[in-house]
């Protein structure tokens, strides 16, 4: 459960919004209550006149539903994909299409009510007896009354006093307003959807033609369909991983940093060398953001795409969102369909401490999504910061030193396993230490200026 704080600044804001409003709404319901108490049998006649005129301005309370526009669009802001936004969008014109009828229809009953009751006038509801009928007749009748002023179809019921006939001026005024940009709105919602779907028919449709007058083999062409459809369905999400907005580019570089970070920030807190990171140092947060900005980058990977190869040169890290991968590591693993791999961990972590050679195959076995660490960019990310440096330097060298004892056992996914912290130690003593025992080769480009360097690579022990 999350704790609410600012209750000062919560109170201010519903003092300045809807405080008047409530209290206006809760005092005609304590009037009404005081009123139906203190009633002796002498004035009951005259009090129920003014209990039922209070009840029937408690129909202010409607003023509320303005809340339901901020409430929808919250909602359809967490919807994602292009084809939802527009059906939810369709499904709220017509609920607030229904909801304004709803509303004339309850208000035109009331003031027939009213001005046959107590202000002594001959009423709508007389003329048809309207009130001898059940409920569900009464409410049904006034809906087609309302949905009537819309302008479609008719209905034998008509003003009869100058209340009534004020009201249908004014629910006339309120269809000619509100009917025609709802429907106008609903025409242009559903040509989106149809052309949406006709545009992704005609994509496809095409792309078979071509597939087929090119011969492409028939697994192929499966393979390329299917990622095609993924890839379309991605494209059109409002937020999906790849899009880039342009009125992002208007962000100050701190705003950019901040947002990237929060996009990001599942998967960089997974590398146990950020956990061991001071979690609130402001530098700790610049590095993290410049990684985010500047080293990672999101890729998706169709079925059967191959990540990377057994004696390939490792240049990134790879973090799987979603989707199935396999890592194949010697003959066994060929046979058997390989490891599977688990999400939310990184792959080839090693190639950002140490020069590193894969020592299997990654293969994709479904289109899948995953976020990429360049080693390069990492490195000079880290590389610039006075308090992450020595940190990145002590955590590669204990790195490779428990990578090199499971030498018999090492591969791409390996992961450490230490759970202690590393030594708060200045940069200058970093160095030194690090000059001292000659472990450059598991730096892997965290000093500014190089001195020789020596390539330590795992798999040669």
Not at 223 to 236: A, K
Request: charge should be neutral; aromatic fraction near 10%; glycine fraction near 6%.
């Amino acid at each position: 459960m999350t704790e609410i704080s600012f209750q000062p600044r919560i109170a201010w804001n519903y003092a300045k919004t809807w405080l008047l409003f409530d209290i206006i709404v809760v005092s005609i319901d304590w009037i009404i209550l005081f009123l139906a108490a203190d009633s002796d049998a002498q004035g009951v006649h005259r009090l129920s006149k003014t209990v039922r005129l209070l009840r029937f301005l408690r129909m202010v309370r409607i003023l509320r539903l303005a809340k339901i526009s901020r409430m929808s669009e919250a909602v359809q802001e967490q919807i994602q994909s292009q084809a939802a936004n527009i059906h939810y969008s369709l499904f709220k014109s017509i609920f607030r299409l229904l909801l304004l009828t709803h509303l004339l229809a309850c208000s035109w009953y009331g003031i027939g009510r009213l001005s046959g009751e107590e202000w002594g006038d001959h009423s709508w509801v007389k003329e048809i007896d309207l009130t001898g009928r059940t409920l569900g007749y009464q409410y049904t009748t006034c809906y087609h009354w309302a949905f009537c002023q819309m302008g479609v179809g008719g209905i034998a019921i008509y003003p009869t006093n100058t209340y009534e006939r004020s009201f249908g001026i004014f629910a006339a005024f309120v269809a000619l307003m509100t009917f025609s940009t709802l429907v106008s709105k609903m025409t242009s919602l559903m040509s989106s959807l149809n052309k949406l779907k006709d545009e992704e028919t005609e994509q496809f449709r095409l792309l078979r033609r071509y597939l087929i007058y090119n011969d492409i083999p028939l697994h192929l062409s499966q393979r390329i369909v299917r990622f095609l459809q993924h890839g379309y369905r991605i494209r059109n999400e409002a937020l999906s991983a790849g899009s880039h907005l342009p009125i992002l580019d208007l962000l100050s570089q701190s705003l950019r940093g901040e947002l990237q970070l929060e996009r990001h920030r599942n998967c960089l807190i997974e590398m146990q060398f950020i956990q061991q990171l001071p979690p609130e140092n402001r530098q700790t947060i610049q590095v993290m953001q410049k990684l985010a900005v500047n080293a990672l980058g999101d890729t998706v990977v169709a079925h059967d795409d191959v990540l990377f190869g057994a004696g390939d040169s490792a240049e990134a890290a790879y973090f799987v969102q979603s989707g199935r991968l396999n890592y194949h590591w010697g003959e066994e693993d060929d046979s058997d369909g390989g490891i599977p791999v688990s999400r939310n961990v990184w792959i080839a972590e090693m190639a950002l401490w140490t020069p590193w050679t894969h020592l299997g195959d990654l293969v994709s076995e479904d289109v899948s999504r995953l976020v990429v660490l360049h080693v390069e960019q990492f490195c000079k990310c880290v590389r610039e910061s006075g308090e992450c440096q020595p940190a990145a330097v002590a955590y590669a060298k204990d790195y490779v030193d428990e990578l090199k004892s499971r030498n018999s056992n090492m591969n791409d996914l390996f992961i450490s396993r230490r759970d202690k912290q590393p030594a708060r130690v200045s940069r200058q003593a970093s160095m030194h230490s690090a000059m001292a025992d000659g472990s450059f080769g598991c730096c892997r480009g965290f000093w500014r200026t190089p001195k020789t360097k020596t390539n330590v690579l795992p798999m040669d022990g």
